[in-house]
């Protein structure tokens, strides 16, 4: 397949790593140059403070799980890694974020190409106005990635990518909005996806599909790394388990705990994650 | 609470002290026979207030259409106004003129004013720009024609004229374009924004493509009323256009333009037969022209729409 949207020599690279990997040595995120990289990160909105301390690295190819009750911080920690916080009235942030080495908030860092380069999925699928060709290539198009001649063929890969291709082949042109809702968050996925993210963000994607869409989303997301570095925020915390290699437990705007996703659920170190995994609170 | 056992008769005699409650017979047929009642009385109430809002429409298009009808002929369309009599071509195409003229202005000054107000305007600052909006809509037109007159035809000397014309009547109708621009832009679902933002869309480039399609619907509704505002219009007009037997030309100042609501209003004084014939088609025209302009807003608004959320039902 020829990748018609251009690379990023670094992930790359990580990537290629990431592949000969862990049967080679020591543990990943030691070897590589983490996909994030978080040093005492800390968010607030106005007078209130949202997050602080958050000390994180999130290794390429690689699934992290962020769990923890409501009003944790884990959605704001989420949406401050594509920068989409960034025009919330009152946003404020501390600490250092990089991205593949890159310093995140670095005024020379272009928040649009951040977000090219990490993927967003949110919690309620969130089609565009458009026809379908239209919302899978409307990042292609905004980026300018494909020349026009190519847009069709990016939409049947992204669609095939995703399993969407034999549901919709027949009907590009029409309306997403009569797609069932586990169809509209895969052309969602399909639409962050089409302009080769090195990241996708996901916002509790599965909250708002029944459990066979959400079988299929989460057999998705496992068959699409180590190609990519996925980050998801959940409530379910089997999804977690299913779906994560390290999983993160935020707690009233801290980082408590991470992990690996099994060692996190069996043996958690601290005494807020055990509650919470045990289903004592959240 | 005591349970009853299963196929036992609930206790009728008892009347339960919640009156919602009460399940014996009598009441419950009382009850329904009570809400079919008020049912039947809110049903009427609602036909009568169709029928209210319904008449007088009807009542004022058959008479327009009836005498226009009866005086119509088709060379109103293709001679101009001699006098009070002749034809109306001169005022069909000054009208246009006009119509097209204020859509122009008050599209480009209306829609990117809703924009601001609806995406980029701080808190503080939107507060004056829609109190100032909020007031002239409110100023009754004769005042605005007059001041019109007094400032651009008298003061500037641009004498009467379509650049006078323009001026106040698109002055006069942009308040409900940038309203109509802004209402329908807030009411986007903040997905849309959210969606193009987390895409990297550029905030122009998602407003375009895909923040405004969504609202485009209310902001052609708007320009239409104010389009249908304009065409209707005749005092400020009366201030500014002045009046001609002439085509319109392709002059700004010092040419007086002829528009269909003049015959309407000064031909109907007039101890004519003939001007009132005139007067009678004129509004027909009017009548005609209006419609037009919502048939050609439902196409606009159902060919933008073919994907939306609300058109699209689900299978």
């Known amino acids: 397949m020829t990748d018609a949207v251009g690379t990023h020599t670094g992930t790359e690279t990580a990537l290629r790593q990431a592949e000969a990997g862990p049967a080679a040595g020591p543990p990943r995120e030691v070897a590589f140059t983490p996909a994030f990289s978080c040093r005492g990160v800390g968010v607030g909105f106005g007078a209130k403070t949202v997050l602080e301390g958050v000390d994180l690295d999130i290794a390429p190819g690689t699934v992290t799980a962020l769990v923890g009750p409501t009003g944790c911080g884990k959605t704001t920690f989420l949406r401050t890694l594509n920068r989409l916080n960034d025009r919330v009235p009152g946003f404020r942030r501390s600490g250092t974020i990089s991205l593949v080495g890159e310093d995140l908030y670095d005024r020379h860092m272009d928040p649009l190409v951040v977000r090219r380069r990490v993927g967003m999925l949110f919690q309620r699928p969130n089609p565009f106005p458009l026809s379908i060709h239209e919302n899978v290539i409307a990042g292609v198009k905004a980026h300018r990635l494909a020349p026009r001649s190519e847009l069709r063929s990016i939409t049947e890969r992204s669609l095939r990518e995703v399993g969407l291709w034999e549901a919709v082949a027949d009907r590009l042109g029409s309306s997403p909005f009569r797609l069932s809702g586990g169809q509209q968050q895969l052309l969602c996925l399909a639409r962050a996806l089409a302009v080769r993210p090195d990241v996708l963000l996901l916002d509790e994607p599965t909250s708002s599909l029944d459990p066979v869409s959400t079988e299929a989303v989460e057999d998705l997301l496992r068959s699409l790394v180590p190609g990519l570095t996925i980050v998801i925020v959940t409530h379910n915390l089997a999804q977690a388990r299913r779906l994560a290699d390290r999983t993160v437990f935020f707690h009233g705007g801290r980082m408590v705990e991470t992990g690996e996703t099994a060692e996190l659920f069996e043996n958690p170190q601290q005494e807020e994650t055990r509650n919470y995994v045990s289903g004592r609170f959240g | ?315």
């Open chain 2, 1 to 315: 609470m005591a349970t009853v056992p299963v196929g036992t008769a609930l206790p009728t005699a008892s009347p339960h002290p919640d009156r919602a409650l009460d399940t014996r017979p009598s009441v419950r047929r009382r009850r329904w026979s009570r809400r079919r009642a008020a049912n039947a009385v809110y049903w009427g109430a609602c036909a009568a207030a169709l029928a209210g809002v319904a008449a007088p429409v009807v009542w004022v298009l058959a008479g327009v259409v009836n005498s226009g009808l009866r005086d119509w002929h088709w060379s109103v369309l293709t001679t101009q106004t001699v006098g009070t009599g002749g034809g109306l071509l001169n005022a069909i195409a000054g009208t246009l003129v006009i119509v097209v003229g204020v859509a122009v202005i008050v599209g480009i000054v209306g829609i990117a004013g809703g924009i601001y107000l609806a995406e980029f305007c701080p808190e503080g600052r939107g507060g004056l720009l829609r109190g100032g909006s909020e007031i002239l809509s409110g100023a009754p037109s004769i005042v605005l024609g007059y001041v019109g007159y007094v400032t651009l035809v008298v003061r500037f000397h641009w004498g009467f004229s379509l650049a006078a014309a323009l001026a106040v009547l698109s002055v006069m109708v942009v308040p409900y374009v940038v309203k109509a621009t802004e209402v329908s832009l807030r009411s986007v679902p903040t997905a849309y924004r959210d969606g193009s933002e987390a895409l990297g869309m550029p905030s122009g480039y998602a407003l375009r493509r895909v923040v405004l399609r969504p609202a485009l619907p209310g902001i052609v509704t708007g320009l239409i009323v104010a389009m249908a505002i304009a065409v209707g219009e005749t005092a400020p007009l009366l201030y500014t256009a002045g009046w001609s037997n002439n085509l319109p030309t392709a002059h700004l100042f010092h040419a007086p333009i002829a528009y269909l609501t003049y015959p309407v209003w000064t031909f109907y004084n007039q101890p004519y037969a003939s001007a009132h014939r005139l007067a009678a088609v004129a509004a027909l025209l009017l009548v005609v022209l209006a419609l037009l302009m919502i048939v050609v807003s439902r196409i606009i608004v159902a060919v933008t729409q073919r994907h939306s959320e609300t058109s699209s039902a689900p299978h």
